[in-house]
């Protein structure tokens, strides 16, 4: 069974603060696909980043970063000096090969940035 | 180029009748999804189309609710004889083909009175 766990439900953080949202997934697979999506207020789900199994480096994007570790099935997303726009529910998605490609989400994280 | 649309973008029913819901993929994309997000209960999944076929129905929760795609492009999602537990944000995303990224709609608010 496939299955993704955002433990963190709400984080409150002060704005310029590092923010990092946990997120532990399960699969028997060995080709799947990782993913964090952003739901501001508005309510679109935007796409930020997607990561497949066989690649484990960590990726950088401007105050965005991503941190995916196989042995403990993690796939870690860290802010670097929150902005109140960055204020939304971050959710973490998984992909398997064995699943016809629909995505498995975890419940999903809340961040508040407060100026 | 445009994104997935949806419509409409908010749907007030009553309790018993039928409504139909609007996706637009992005142009090019072969397979298309629909997802439910309700309160409580995450983000889940419903239909995955490739092409005009349906590989993957599973999530449908009843046969109250259908789907289809014409053309490989729009999709149309049918409730029938909605129940008040239909109220929800029903999102529709497309993907160049199923092992692609999912890019999402604005989503269409049902609520079911």
């Known amino acids: 069974a496939q299955k993704v766990t955002q433990a963190q439900t709400e984080i409150s953080v002060v704005e310029k603060e590092d923010v990092t949202l946990d997120c532990v997934y399960e699969t028997r697979d060995t080709t799947y696909y990782l993913f964090w999506y952003k739901q501001p207020p508005s309510g679109e789900l935007v796409f930020l980043i997607r990561?497949?199994?066989?690649d484990e480096q960590n990726e950088i994007s401007g105050r965005y970063s991503w941190n995916f570790q196989k042995s403990t099935s993690s796939f870690n997303f860290t802010i670097t000096a929150s902005q109140v726009v960055d204020s939304a529910v971050y959710f973490c998605a998984l992909i398997t090969a064995g699943n016809n490609r629909k995505l498995i989400w975890g419940l999903g994280t809340s961040l508040a940035v407060n100026p | 180029g445009a994104g997935v649309s949806q419509s409409p973008s908010n749907k007030v029913t009553e309790k018993g009748k039928d409504v139909e819901l609007r996706c637009d993929p992005i142009?090019?994309?072969?397979?298309l999804y629909w997802y439910r997000q309700s309160l409580g209960q995450g983000l889940e999944f419903l239909i995955y189309?490739?092409?005009?076929?349906?590989?993957?129905k599973s999530g449908l929760p009843s046969d109250r609710f259908s789907a289809e795609r014409t053309g490989g492009s729009v999709s149309t999602l049918t409730i029938q004889r909605t129940q008040q537990e239909d109220s929800a944000v029903y999102l529709c995303a497309s993907s160049l083909d199923n092992s692609d990224t999912q890019y999402f709609g604005p989503g269409t608010r049902l609520t079911v009175l």
């Open positions: 189309f490739q092409g005009n076929s349906a590989p993957d």
């Open positions: 142009s090019g994309h072969t397979a």
């Open positions: 990561r497949n199994s066989f």
